[in-house]
């Protein structure tokens, strides 16, 4: 069966400090793979999602950027965070037979 | 684009009644629609789907309806129990071969008071 990793759970950064949050899929080939940020504890806002390696699709400017260096594997990160970069933040995978599936996100807080 | 409208945003019931959460699309071409359920600390989690070629589906105590011509669609909790308790989204999209992107409502907190 397939199972999504998402790390780490929690995590608190200063500002200004970079970013690196991962996720990996098993189970599953070439999946579409997504980073949703969920901010005030519940709307869930689409930040990246990717179809293959290597390609990425940005939903909304950020002070953020993804990669998919290897098939199952999604990275989400920042060169410099903000403030406002604090947030819950949640992988997702699916395939053409599945709905989303979601980790259990990545509480991030900047001070 | 999809504008998926839930509501309510808060709903409050003794454990035992019944809790309906409602959801609205604008693209008549979405013919999937999941409803997740996200627990305190937690990533959501699928609980029931329906496609667009169904009105109703019903697992146990869930169930949800869609109105394709009305293009609503509910998801139904029978005698809820506490841990019922946490935030539902619904969701709407196209499936269709390539990438697939729902689009979530805002999501409902369900709370079950003892």
């Known amino acids: 069966s397939q199972t999504i990793h998402q790390w780490p759970a929690t995590l608190v950064q200063p500002v200004g400090s970079p970013l690196s949050l991962e996720c990996t899929v098993e189970?599953?080939?070439?999946?579409?793979l997504y980073w949703y940020r969920q901010a005030a504890g519940r709307g869930l806002q689409l930040l990246f999602y990717?179809?293959?390696?290597?390609?990425i699709s940005s939903e909304v400017p950020q002070n953020l950027s993804a990669s998919r260096p290897q098939d199952r594997q999604f990275i989400l990160s920042s060169k410099k965070l903000l403030l406002s970069d604090s947030g819950f933040y949640l992988c997702a995978w699916s395939d053409l037979n599945s709905p989303l599936h979601f980790g259990n996100g990545t509480r991030l807080t900047v001070t | 684009g999809e504008n998926v409208e839930q509501h309510p945003s808060t709903l409050s019931v003794q454990e035992g009644d019944s809790a309906v959460i409602k959801c609205t699309y604008s693209?008549?071409?979405?013919?999937?629609f999941p409803w997740y359920k996200q627990e305190l600390g937690k990533g959501p989690q699928l609980i029931i789907d329906?496609?667009?070629?169904?009105g109703e589906k019903k697992d146990q105590r869930i169930a949800v309806t869609l109105n394709k011509t009305a293009k609503h669609f509910s998801l139904h909790i029978t005698e809820t129990q506490p841990e019922d308790s946490a935030v539902y989204f619904c969701a709407a999209s196209k499936v269709t071969g390539g990438s697939y992107i729902p689009t979530f409502g805002r999501g409902t907190s369900l709370i079950v008071h003892p």
């Open positions: 329906i496609r667009s070629n169904v």
């Open positions: 189970g599953t080939s070439n999946p579409n």
């Open positions: 693209d008549s071409a979405s013919n999937y």
């Open positions: 990717s179809v293959g390696i290597g390609q």
